[in-house]
């Protein structure tokens, strides 16, 4: 009877100095989030183009070439016409790009001949809901892109490049 009062009065001792305790107290309560300041931006720092004429010339012809081969694809696939008609679009951006970069006005018409067939394409091709004329618009797509990537290829026009 001894040894389980002093077990019992030892188990009580020893859980009031543990809950008494401030270090065993601190080390078990949850302590508050701390809210992190961030620095405001008060005026935004621009970034000005560094990219040569020549450089961004290779990256629009690159980027016109990338939506012509999703075009074929898309016609391949049989894609949505929504995503033909968004190839096209962005097709006929990069070239309008391209066209600003260049300097001499006979190479300029000559791509606006090949911007207005991409153009008159993206109508014909939104003008098909039903893809009746897939097989005739992948090839009018193809022959557009054979002809630009023949002659408006960065070597091709490296002189007329501004």
């Known amino acids: ?28 309560t949850r302590k508050p ?5 961030e ?14 004429p020549e450089q961004r010339y290779r990256q629009y012809f690159l980027f016109w ?5 999703e075009l074929t694809t ?6 949505s016409l ?6 096209m679009e962005q097709a006929i951006k990069n070239l309008q790009e391209m066209r600003k970069l260049i300097a001499n006005e006979a190479k300029q018409k000559s791509l606006d001949k090949y911007l207005q ?5 993206r109508d014909m091709i939104a003008d098909d809901i039903y893809g009746r004329n897939d097989d005739e618009n992948r090839e009018r797509g193809e ?15 490296k002189n007329f490049v501004k």
């Open 117 to 121: 067939q991409s153009i008159r394409l």
């Open 82 to 87: 929504q995503k033909k008609v968004d190839c």
């Open 143 to 157: 022959s557009i892109r054979r002809t630009v990537s023949r002659y408006f290829d960065y070597p091709a026009v």
């Open 65 to 69: 070439e990338s939506w012509q081969e």
């Open 39 to 52: 620095e405001m931006v008060l005026a935004p720092e621009e970034y000005k183009d560094k990219t040569t």
């Open 74 to 79: 898309s016609f391949l696939e049989h894609r």
């Open 1 to 28: 009877m001894r040894r389980k009062f002093f077990s019992i009065f030892v188990s009580c001792l020893l859980i009031v100095i543990l809950t008494g305790c401030e270090a065993f107290v601190r080390k078990f």
């Open 33 to 37: 989030k701390e809210q992190k300041k």
